[in-house]
């Protein structure tokens, strides 16, 4: 009784004071909130007692789960001896000094110089301005131009909304902002027609350079792109993809961000996605996983290329944040490295666990509504689909992914709906029980889900 009373009083107050973001809040107040009380290992236990297993590891962020000691020890430990200063005026401190050597060793090697924020968003904001700067700097100031792709996502802010490619938020708030060109994205299934998956990635390729070519490659600064859309739905491009495209932005000097707000720090089996996909970016954008979530944290990762002429001719780059390198934040970040190193967790997603999720995740394709299942790493998606050969969707107005979701939590699964696609990125320390219990709970969640849509007469 006492629970009940509680979650009753949660929701009235949630409803009455709080505003969430990406949520209509007229909808939610009269539907109420569900509430997450506590967090262990790889469940969560909301406000009534159930647990549900997290296959989100948060928002793709709790990437070594919850309650881990060594995390809280670190964090801590840091605010006892100094819970906050600035980087600003000619001051640095331990832990931020100690996280900027940590990522050189652990990024790609062309990553030498990291600048710090306090999420995505506002790293991606940060290179959108440090870009311009830097072509500038070396005299070439036409190259303004900034090419992404529909169906990204690129974080909230002003510049990275505007990357983003989801028309949803263009149109709140006048955006997109000036100088930015969306180009297609690598979604085979989706917009492959007849094409096989190979020829469509490198159909998608070449469109996207002849846009740069239309533009004049003299006035292109750089391509922002995630290796693996994570927002848009999980779109895992084709092989031929990221060869083709990055081959022909290297031809025509485009700079490349590889945003590993979602695929960094170990997500897709490999340090960073830029590592699995073979490219070698300009630019890496880092959040999320940086602190497994614990702490608020963005980083910006600097190529040697770009740091060298800022070091050889910048002057002042006139940008920052109170919190840039929040030493509480820095000393999750540097706990979340030491563990994932000391459990050699990149190896674990890579060999382990990933593969041994892979498999049966693929396996969910065999269902008569599921178009497509893949996943690489530890992050996935399925398919609903009305008719599997002719790849045809059900109509929107069906929400026929929201009522998905809605199955999977009361089966006690945290899977996401990006329209009729499912998405999962669990936390890289799920056992293998755990893993069958979730690929138990999505099998149950398709099969309610099919009946639901033959209930709507959508499926004959
Ligand atoms: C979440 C996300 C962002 C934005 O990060 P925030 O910390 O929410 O600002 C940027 N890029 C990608 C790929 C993301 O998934």
């Not at 084709?238 to 083709?244: C, K, L, V």
Request: hydrophobic letters at 40%; charged letters at 20%; a negative charge.
């Amino acid at each position: 009784m006492n629970t009940v009373r509680t979650t009753a009083a949660l929701r009235a107050l949630d409803a009455a004071h709080h505003l969430h973001p990406f949520t209509n809040a007229r909808e939610l107040n009269a539907q109420g909130v569900r509430i997450i009380e506590s967090a262990r290992g790889v469940y969560l236990t909301d406000s009534d007692g159930q647990k549900i297993l997290d296959g989100m590891s948060g928002l793709w962020c709790s990437t070594l789960g919850y309650g881990r000691r060594e995390i809280l020890d670190a964090v801590t430990k840091q605010m006892e001896v100094l819970p906050f200063y600035n980087t600003f005026f000619k001051t640095s401190h331990p832990p931020v000094i100690q996280l900027s050597k940590r990522l050189a060793e652990v990024t790609p090697s062309q990553f030498n110089h990291f600048m710090f924020t306090g999420s995505g968003s506002e790293s991606n904001d940060t290179i959108f301005r440090l870009v311009r700067y830097y072509w500038d700097l070396v005299g070439q100031p036409d190259k303004t131009v900034f090419i992404s792709r529909h169906n990204s996502y690129h974080g909230s802010t002003v510049a990275a909304a505007s990357l983003g490619g989801l028309s949803a938020m263009h149109k709140q708030g006048g955006l997109p902002i000036p100088g930015i060109v969306h180009a297609p994205q690598p979604a085979w299934w989706a917009e492959g027609g007849d094409m096989s998956p190979d020829s469509f990635g490198l159909h998608v390729a070449r469109q996207t350079l002849d846009m740069i070519d239309e533009i004049g490659a003299d006035k292109v600064a750089a391509m922002f792109a995630e290796p693996i859309q994570g927002a848009g739905g999980v779109i895992i491009p084709p092989a031929t993809y990221w060869p083709e495209l990055s081959k022909g932005l290297k031809e025509r000097d485009i700079l490349l961000i590889s945003d590993e707000v979602i695929c960094g720090f170990g997500r897709t089996g490999h340090w960073f996605g830029c590592e699995l996909m073979n490219t070698q970016p300009d630019f890496m954008t880092l959040a999320k996983g940086i602190t497994s979530g614990y702490i608020p944290l963005g980083a910006v990762a600097v190529s040697d290329r770009i740091a060298s002429a800022l070091l050889a001719h910048g002057d002042e780059f006139a940008h920052g944040f109170t919190y840039s390198g929040h030493p509480a934040a820095c000393a999750a970040a540097l706990a979340t490295l030491d563990i994932m190193q000391s459990e050699d967790v990149v190896r674990r997603v890579h060999d382990d666990i990933g593969p041994y999720l892979q498999e049966k995740w693929r396996s969910l394709a065999e269902h008569p509504m599921i178009g497509e299942a893949t996943m690489e790493g530890l992050i996935g998606s399925f398919q609903f689909c009305a008719d599997k050969q002719a790849r045809t969707t059900f109509p929107a107005s069906a929400n026929i992914g929201l009522a998905a979701r809605d199955f999977s939590f009361d089966n006690g699964l945290v899977m996401r709906a990006v329209g009729d696609r499912m998405v999962i990125a669990p936390p890289f320390v799920l056992s293998r029980g755990e893993v069958d219990e979730l690929i138990s709970k999505a099998s149950q969640t398709i099969d309610q889900t099919y009946q639901h849509a033959r209930k709507l007469g959508l499926i004959a």
